[in-house]
């Protein structure tokens, strides 16, 4: 029985993503005892948690409160530490890391604004939607049908935080990038920001000759930038790494992030790319997931120079039957350690033995180890982010009942 395969394509959750703590360069005291103690702290607060970090033996939870970027402290047992507001930082909270010293640095990303760039008028008969790729898959429109085109700008916003949360300086990536940005701790003095340029063809907005919407033209693009700029603790910039040619199925929105391979190499991905640079940019190796006929191939990925895991999905349609479905995977696909297991879920994180997926509509957090099987699970609320402590078990801070909840697991994820 012939049947065709269709891969199709999935986005990376931005903003409700476990972050793992990776501070590679850099060690806590060796014979520092792990204080990460189970407990389930309740806070009567409507704050939304945006990204969090675990750094022996507090935890520091990233978010916004009543739209003010805001940052939490707890201690070993879930207790309020401090709690600090910051009412001149605009934007939506994105990433958190603990520097050396027991300092935070932040990022805010601003809220993009829509630069409109032309409207075209359609002369030919409706055939399809859908992405632009392949002559075969060109939508085409109604006499007298428009579409509306534009850019996205927006600000990366940079905050350093002394010890007792206060702020020590504040600087802005100010340029024509869209896409999320990320941060990364480097060295023991640095730290990484990676943000996007997204560009090249817009997407079209199609309306009929009584203005009525009818359809999204999204247009394939492979020329978009990923940014990587060092700075020290002190904000000074030492260097900037672009990074070409970085794929996307659209004009949407990108999430990048950077983990270490061997030395100091770095692995930048998105959905659609795999690529390792060494940290004065020269590019090793690329991967890239191209489109097949009028679909996408869909993954998130996690690599590095151990382990490399990726999940994603196909559309089969049966030919003789004309019966569709969908098959969803996490993979792993390092040489010697090949498996597959059937999950809808998306990849998120990976310490040195288990990694963590989330649920495709972001109620339930798995984690596995690197066998491909499940150890736990727990199913959460939105927003939700997550992370590793140091007893490879999770933090997990969500909004629940009216407030935020924050529960810390043992490696059984027992809290």
Aim: one cysteine or more.
């Amino acid at each position: 029985m012939k049947k065709l395969l269709f891969l199709l394509s999935i986005s990376l959750l931005t903003l409700s993503a476990c972050i793992k703590p990776d501070k590679p360069y850099f060690k806590e005291d060796s014979t520092s005892a792990c204080r990460s103690s189970k407990f389930q702290a309740n806070i009567n607060s409507a704050f939304i948690p945006r990204s969090g970090v675990f750094s022996n033996p507090n935890l520091f939870i990233l978010g916004e409160e009543q739209g003010i970027t805001t940052v939490l402290k707890l201690d070993s047992a879930g207790k309020m530490v401090w709690e600090k507001s910051f009412p001149n930082i605009s934007g939506t909270a994105s990433s958190i890391i603990v520097l050396h010293n027991n300092e935070l640095v932040f990022v805010t990303k601003e809220k993009d604004v829509e630069i409109p760039l032309s409207t075209t008028i359609y002369n030919n008969a409706w055939v399809q939607n859908g992405y632009v790729d392949y002559p075969t898959c060109h939508p085409f429109y109604q006499l007298g049908s428009s579409a509306n085109s534009f850019r996205m700008k927006s600000k990366t916003n940079i905050v350093r935080l002394n010890a007792d949360g206060s702020i020590k300086w504040s600087k802005s990536l100010d340029h024509s990038f869209g896409g999320n940005n990320c941060l990364q701790s480097f060295m023991s003095d640095e730290f990484l920001v990676i943000t996007m340029k997204i560009q090249g063809k817009v997407p079209e907005f199609v309306y009929d000759a009584n203005g009525v919407f009818q359809d999204t033209v999204n247009y394939l693009m492979d020329s978009n930038l990923v940014y990587i700029t060092d700075y020290t603790t002190d904000g000074v910039q030492l260097w900037q790494i672009e990074v070409p040619d970085i794929f996307n199925n659209s004009y949407t929105e990108i999430s990048p992030n950077l983990s270490f391979g061997s030395g100091h190499n770095f692995f930048i991905k998105s959905a659609k790319n795999l690529i390792e640079v060494t940290s004065n940019g020269y590019i090793l190796n690329r991967e890239r997931f191209d489109s097949i006929h009028c679909a996408q191939f869909a993954s998130s990925m996690i690599k590095d120079r151990f382990v490399s895991l990726i999940s994603g999905w196909y559309h089969e349609i049966d030919t003789t039957t004309g019966i569709s479905q969908y098959v969803h995977y996490i993979k792993r696909t390092d040489i010697g350690k090949t498996w597959t297991i059937n999950s809808k879920d998306i990849l998120i994180a990976q310490s040195n033995d288990r990694f963590v997926t989330i649920s495709e509509d972001s109620t339930q957090i798995s984690v596995y180890d690197l066998a491909g099987s499940l150890k736990w699970s727990y199913a959460c609320s939105k927003p939700v982010t997550c992370g590793f402590n140091c007893a490879q078990g999770l933090f997990i801070a969500e909004q629940k009942n009216g407030g935020l909840q924050v529960i810390n697991t043992d490696i059984n994820g027992i809290y």
